[in-house]
């Protein structure tokens, strides 16, 4: 699920087993890795889906 955080409330708390921060190469494979071995992972991303200058 992909979510922006403008969307969501200021009470809204994110849970995870694991916080991966960044999703280059490295952080969506390691995401990938730990959510198919079972883990709960937030990946965070500081880009948006178009871009914003």
């Known amino acids: ?6 969307d969501m409330g200021e009470q809204t708390k994110l849970r995870g ?3 991966v921060l960044g999703s280059g190469i490295a ?4 995401a990938t890795h730990l959510a198919r071995h079972g883990r709960e992972v937030v ?6 889906n178009q871009f914003d200058p």
């Open 27 to 30: 952080g969506a494979e390691v």
């Open 1 to 6: 699920m992909i979510t922006d955080i403008l």
């Open 17 to 19: 087993q694991v916080v």
């Open 43 to 48: 990946l965070v991303e500081s880009g948006r």
